[in-house]
């Protein structure tokens, strides 16, 4: 084994497949052959058969519909969510980058995440063009980009993911206990939070509108960042299984505890949030179903942890149940490679969604 030393951190290349290492281990493995972990591999191919790019989403209905088609409260509802888009995926992006990439030690994983960061910029130049699009005034998209700092419900949103991401921030290794505990928390954040509840509520408010025959092309487009973010949440759960498998010391009480609070601190954030974007209220929407949909969504996340369910709701949501039947494989278990590029039509959802 060879050291190889970067301002003055050590980081271990592994050149034997005899010594047995895990995924958080610390460390920079450069092998790919033999390939320790080959689903994240297949993970990282099927994304790539996946590409789409934001020119395929076609924006000319949905400006009439804004000006003729939806009233006050459905047009504080989009700006809300264009404003909440426009941060969203930078704190994912930030959080890859910062956090994540460099202390999963594993080639082909590092793969995956490096596809990822690509679909996070994408995601970003998604909302960019949706925000000059439906917001044509400079004032007005000043304010969405700025949301963090002015509109109070996507603050408090941006201070629950730095509470529970940036406690790893400076660490360059985790070789402890408490730290990779520490990372887990981060991830499960990252994948049962944010992509997992927060997104899953945008896309909520979407579908929505798009039941009502209203912005297509926000529809079209939040089909591709749905399959997208299907693949990204896909890899982090099997990163935690993996780690839960190698080391099953660090998923004691404590952790698991510090996972159910998380996830109800994440619905009541979330709450907050509804209360604010249905505030003219919004006829087909309530505040009680919202609510009840986001426990709903929340115990789902903590199904694929291997959590019991802390909510016990159900899905409120009939327009949820089932989009445009293409395929009819359970959303939450079937694999990403059911998607390919260049795929017609519309994602499908079934009544586990």
Not at 117 to 134: N, R
Not at 202 to 209: D, E, G, I, N, P
Request: proline share 4%; net charge negative; glycine share 4%.
């Amino acid at each position: 084994m060879t050291s190889i030393v970067t301002t003055n951190v050590p980081i271990l290349v592994s050149h034997s497949s005899s010594l047995v290492s895990r995924l958080l281990d610390p460390g920079f493995d450069l092998t790919l052959r033999p390939m320790r972990y080959p689903q994240f591999y297949e993970m990282y191919r099927d994304a790539i058969r996946n590409t789409w790019t934001v020119e395929e989403v076609d924006f000319s209905l949905d400006v009439n519909d804004l000006r003729h088609k939806l009233g006050p409260a459905e047009r504080h509802l989009i700006e809300r969510l264009v404003a909440f888009f426009a941060t969203g995926d930078s704190i994912v992006a930030n959080n890859l980058v910062l956090n994540l990439y460099q202390h999963i030690n594993a080639p082909e994983a590092r793969m995956y995440l490096s596809r990822q960061l690509f679909e996070e910029a994408l995601h970003v130049q998604f909302y960019l063009t949706l925000l000059d699009t439906y917001l044509p005034e400079p004032e007005a998209r000043a304010r969405a980009f700025a949301a963090v700092e002015n509109i109070p419900s996507i603050r408090r949103k941006a201070e629950f993911c730095f509470k529970w991401m940036d406690s790893i921030q400076n660490l360059q290794r985790i070789e402890t206990g408490a730290q990779r505990r520490q990372f887990l928390l981060n991830l499960v954040c990252f994948a049962a939070c944010i992509e997992g509840l927060f997104f899953f509520a945008a896309f909520a408010y979407v579908y929505y509108l798009r039941s009502r025959g209203l912005l297509p092309g926000l529809a079209s487009g939040t089909n591709w960042v749905f399959r997208d973010e299907s693949g990204h949440m896909a890899f982090a759960f099997e990163v935690i299984r993996v780690v839960r498998e190698e080391e099953p010391a660090l998923f004691d009480e404590a952790l698991r505890h510090d996972i159910v609070r998380m996830l109800e601190e994440a619905v009541d954030c979330e709450y907050r949030f509804a209360e604010d974007v249905l505030s003219g209220g919004v006829a087909g929407l309530s505040l009680r179903d919202m609510r009840q949909y986001l426990e709903y969504v929340a115990d789902l996340r903590l199904k694929q942890l291997g959590l019991p369910a802390r909510f016990g709701a159900g899905n409120p949501f009939a327009f949820m149940d089932l989009q445009d039947v293409q395929e009819l494989t359970n959303f939450f278990e079937r694999r990403v490679s059911a998607y390919q590029v260049g795929v017609q039509g519309e994602v499908t959802f079934d009544a586990a969604f």
